[in-house]
Structures are given as C-alpha cells and as structure tokens.
T-cell receptor, first 113, second 113 residues
Framework: DGGITQSPKYLFRKEGQNVTLSCEQN?????MYWYRQDPGQGLRLIYY???????QKGDIAEGYSVSREKKESFPLTVTSAQKNPTAFYLC????????????FGEGSRLTVL | GNSVTQMEGPVTLSEEAFLTINCTYT??????LFWYVQYPGEGLQLLLK?????DKGSNKGFEATYRKETTSFHLEKGSVQVSDSAVYFC????????????FGKGTTLSVSS
C-alpha cells in the first residue's frame, strides 16, 4: 500500500535532549512537509521541501531542523532550542509543490517531561 | 498576509441535521481552497477542493462553493451522520508555485444519534 509512515507514534523526551521524528513516503512524491498541531491553533508549517536536497523554513522553524537526502524521506529533528516542543507533529507529501492535495501520515505525539 | 478563519467549535448536531461550517479567507490573487478532515487518532485527509471562483467542490455528501465576492468557502452537508464526527480544516494555497498550504484552526464536529 502506498502512503506516508511516521514513527514513532508516541515519544517522550527529557528537557535538553534532541529527538528525531521519521517520515517516509512511497508515493514517489516530490514535495514533503512538516506541520505542528496544537489544540485550538490548527496546523502550523515548520519546514517544507519541494525536491531532494532542498528545503525552506515555514512559519515556526525556530528550534527545528530537517534534511532531505532521499526523495522518500524527510526527518524532523526537534532540538533543545525549541522552547515548547510538546505537540502533535504531522508529516505530509504531495505530487509536487504546485498542488494543494496533501497526503498526511498518522502523526507523532511528542511529550517533553 | 494570507490567512484562513473558521467558525469556532465545537459544533454539536443530531444525526440527519443540516451542517454548515463557515470559512473565510484573506489572500492576494486567486488562491485554491480546500477542506480537509481529521478523524480521531488519524492524520488529515483531503475532503474537497475548488481552484477558481464559483467552483463547487463536493465529496461524500459535503459541498463547498468558492465565493470570491465574499471571500468564503463554507462547508455544507444536508444530513450528517455519526461517522462524520471529526475535525474539519479549511485551507488555502496561493497561486504561486512552491507555496505550502495555510490552514485554519479547525472546527470540531460532534454528531449524536
């Protein structure tokens, strides 16, 4: 089955630790995205990538980093510089960056203890 | 800047009631408009879309019409079911290449039998 796989589904982290969330897609999509979802705030864009080896900051990129070394993978690192990292993180992909038809993973819930 | 405003929820309805979820937008140019749905514990799924003024998107009994004169894209369904209980997100994409989606804050719909 084609789709987007995010892992882990739940993750706990101590303050001061970096953590990396995985996102893999087998849809052969060029574009990939990371959104953060908080109660009452909807989805906010962290980073997006239109093509391999290229990515752009979204609205709330501070404290996060990404890489896009392979077409199918777009991992997100939540660094210790992110002041309020507890949230639900959603990865998505689209055929290219000209379409608004995004396919989403099931999300990763990060809790900082 | 570009933004999407949705009516605040939660919206609570009885089965077979009529549903309207309001969405208005602010954008320069001619954005494409979307409704996404998020069922409990899942990622988002595209519900319907419209790419130009007066277009009507429809899917699964839901409809929304792109109204440029009122900058609106209200979601409607004539008879809701319990299975429609979810969070609904309105989103826009500007007409420029390489721009990611901008989402509203989401509206929670709860349908009881």
């Amino acid at each position: 089955d084609g789709g987007i796989t995010q892992s882990p589904k739940y993750l706990f982290r101590k303050e001061g630790q970096n953590v990396t969330l995985s996102c893999e897609q087998n849809l052969n999509h060029d574009a990939m995205y990371w959104y953060r979802q908080d109660p009452g705030q909807g989805l906010r864009l962290i980073y997006y990538s239109q093509i391999v080896n290229d990515f752009q900051k979204g609205d709330i990129a501070e404290g996060y980093s990404v890489s896009r070394e392979k077409k199918e993978s777009f991992p997100l690192t939540v660094t210790s510089a992110q002041k309020n990292p507890t949230a639900f993180y959603l990865c998505a992909s689209s055929r290219d960056s000209n379409t608004g038809e995004l396919f989403f993973g099931e999300g990763s819930r990060l809790t900082v203890l | 800047g570009n933004s999407v405003t949705q009516m605040e929820g939660p919206v609570t309805l009885s089965e077979e009631a009529f549903l309207t979820i309001n969405c208005t937008y602010t954008a320069t140019g001619y954005p494409s408009l979307f409704w996404y749905v998020q069922y409990p514990g899942e990622g988002l799924q595209l519900l319907l879309k419209a790419t130009k003024a007066d277009d009507k998107g429809s899917n699964k009994g839901f409809e929304a019409t792109y109204r440029k004169e009122t900058t609106s894209f209200h979601l409607e369904k004539g008879s809701v079911q319990v299975s429609d209980s979810a969070v609904y997100f309105c989103a826009l994409r500007k007409g420029q290449a390489g721009t990611a989606l901008i989402f509203g804050k989401g509206t929670t719909l709860s349908v009881s039998s």
